[in-house]
């Protein structure tokens, strides 16, 4: 069965562009999450998507946005890139209502540098 | 709102030696506590859980219990590997639902040298 496929593997960037980002879940999952992870603040919840529906949202500001398709495929954005948004952007898909269980399986992410 | 503290790293360990990683966390209600491992150039993989006190989670020789009256989650382990080189994050879950996301520690890199 394939894994949580991330793409781009790495991004380099300037301020004020934006940038999309890309996750395939495994099949059969349909939720999809997103974190932000630095090494000052380590893992941060962006957002998760569920059947095309946003169902949570971490606290970051409108920058930063995403959806999923109907094949539970999702894409986050972010606009106005700031030299702060250089991270490591995780995804992870996990089965209906069980993305606090525990049962997170995570992709290699998208590794961002803006400059 | 919820929290968790890991003890600051890098921690350098000989092969062989004993692993203690201290996950302590702030919580309404009874979470369920998780330790999740990412090897270089990955992603996380849940390495072990517990949902209810004095639970122990185990998963390739790493251990982790419970401790409601200390509110930790510490991890353990007998003897390290260089393979066991990583980041570990705890990380809980609120008990309100499966739909609330996990919230995670800051990371503790283990560097394991032969």
């Known amino acids: 069965k394939a894994g949580v496929t991330q793409t781009p593997r790495y991004l380099i960037k300037t301020r004020g562009q934006q940038v999309t980002l890309s996750c395939s879940p495994i099949s059969g999952h349909r939720s999809v999450s997103w974190y932000q992870q630095t090494p000052g603040q380590g893992l941060q919840f962006l957002f998760e998507y569920f059947s095309e529906t946003q169902r949570n949202k971490g606290n970051f500001p409108g920058r930063f946005s995403g959806r999923q398709f109907s094949n539970s495929r999702s894409e986050m954005n972010v606009s106005t890139l700031e030299l702060g948004d250089s991270a490591l952007y995780l995804c992870a898909s996990s089965l209906a209502g069980d993305i606090g269980g525990g049962k997170l399986f995570f992709g290699s992410g998208t590794q961002l540098s803006v400059l | 709102g919820d929290s968790v503290t890991q003890m600051e790293g890098p921690v350098t360990l000989s092969e062989e030696a004993f692993l203690t990683i201290n996950c302590t966390y702030t919580a309404t209600g009874y979470p369920s506590l998780f330790w999740y491992v990412q090897y270089p150039g990955e992603g996380l993989q849940l390495l072990l859980k517990a949902t209810k006190a004095d639970d122990k989670g185990s998963n390739k020789g790493f251990e982790a219990t419970y401790r409601k009256e200390t509110t930790s989650f510490h991890l353990e382990k007998g003897s390290v590997q260089v393979s066991d080189s990583a980041v570990y994050f705890c990380?809980?879950?609120?008990?309100?639902?499966?739909?609330?996301?996990?919230?995670f520690g800051k990371g503790t890199r283990l560097s394991v040298i032969a």
């Open positions: 990380a809980l879950s609120g008990p309100s639902s499966g739909n609330t996301p996990l919230v």
